[in-house]
Nanobody, 124 residues
């Protein structure tokens, strides 16, 4: 069983930065692709970023490319999302997710494990 706990959300002004963390339980963390997703009020959950099990492959949704960076520390069972130049449109609950298959995470295909989410609010 894998459990994911997000942290690091909060209120920030436009142009500011936040770093989200996802702590993952389980001894097989290094075999999971990890992703970040977000859901704004009244909208569907959407893909933000994904990183492969080894950390060698990453991908981002277009609106965050150049502003957000996903990384992982397999020794500490952590996945990070560094968010810079935040915009009011980035306001959402951010979720961490894990699955054995990179494509499953990238395209949100029945992902096995989800965290509870952390709220990010960007004020204008």
């Amino acid at each position: 069983q894998v459990q994911l706990v997000e942290s690091g959300g909060g209120l920030v002004q436009a142009g500011g930065s936040l770093r989200l963390s996802c702590a993952v339980s389980g001894r097989t963390f290094s075999s999971y692709a990890m992703g970040w997703f977000r859901q704004a009020p009244g909208k569907e959950r959407e893909f933000v970023a994904v990183i492969s099990a080894s950390g060698g492959v990453t991908d981002y949704t277009g609106s965050v490319k150049g502003r957000f960076t996903i990384s992982r520390d397999n020794a500490k069972n952590l996945v990070l999302l560094q968010m810079n130049s935040l915009e009011p449109e980035d306001t959402a609950v951010y979720y961490c997710a894990a699955d054995k298959e990179l494509g499953t995470v990238r395209f949100m295909r029945n992902i096995n494990y989800w965290g509870e989410g952390t709220l990010v609010t960007v004020s204008s």
